[in-house]
């Protein structure tokens, strides 16, 4: 079982509370984007990031020292969004920790795919990005069926808790031999199942955490998944989509 998370924006340098443990599977590929990025106006980065001044500034001072190969945080570390946050892999045990790094695969626009201890530096480049490289008109097409093709080689069974930005880069690709289940974090509203980011992102890691605590290894173990207010809802899923509905207005 491999699952997959999306990144997040914000990043962090940690070089010192845990060990980088190899570099990431797709890190010439990174080097081209990298060149690409490194040939783009400051201008044409601000409209490609899709961000205000200061954080073009930033991101265009972080572009000119970046160095892939020094200053390594773990992946697991470096990305400080509400889902990392909820996973919390700081306070994790050790045990905890080996079963992400067997298990949980993190899907990036600039790396592809990460396992928690490859050694990265931060980046802003979303998968929707309209970068042009190798011929390619944006990150899909240049990443093509790479990453689904790493999974497929690793496992039979994906867990999909990535957002649909990120998974996309990966479900269309797999073989008919590998089984991607989605979990879904909902309310009911209006008779539907709608999702809300916020509480997606929290519940996603939360489930991870969850599953790393229960050394979760079956799919058929996934609907025990009830916390932060969360349920398993039988008749709103099937066999490769599972849905967990939380009460509308509860806070908890």
Excluded: H
């Excluded at 690409?36 to 490609?48: D, K, S, V």
């Amino acid at each position: 079982m491999r699952i997959i998370i999306a990144p997040a924006k914000r990043m962090a340098v940690d070089t010192d509370s845990l060990e980088v443990l190899g570099p990431p599977l797709f890190l010439e590929e990174a080097r081209r984007l990298m060149a690409a990025l490194r040939g783009m106006t400051p201008g044409e980065l601000q409209a490609l990031w899709r961000c205000n001044d200061a954080i073009a500034k930033e991101n265009v001072d972080r572009l000119a020292r970046m160095d892939l190969d020094r200053g390594l945080t773990p992946a697991i570390l470096a990305y400080d969004g509400i889902q990392y946050q909820y996973m919390a892999p700081g306070v994790m045990e050790t045990e905890q920790l080996a079963y992400l790094q067997e298990r949980l695969r993190i899907l990036s626009g600039f790396y592809g795919l990460l396992r928690p201890f490859d050694g990265v530096v931060p980046y802003r480049l979303e998968m929707q990005a309209r970068l042009r490289v190798d011929g390619c008109r944006d990150l899909y097409r240049f990443w093509g069926d790479r990453l689904a093709r790493q999974l497929a080689a690793e496992t039979g069974l994906v867990v999909d808790l990535a957002s649909k930005e990120y998974s996309r880069a990966v479900a269309p690709y797999l073989p008919g031999s590998v089984r991607f289940v989605t979990c879904v974090f909902g309310e009911r509203k209006g008779g539907k199942v709608v999702e809300k980011g916020t509480r997606c992102k929290m519940a996603r890691g939360q489930m991870v955490r969850w599953m790393a605590e229960n050394n979760i290894t079956r799919p058929d173990d996934l609907p025990a998944f009830d916390q932060l207010g969360y349920r398993f809802c039988r008749e709103e899923s099937g066999e490769d989509r599972l849905v967990f509905l939380r009460e509308a207005g509860r806070d908890t």
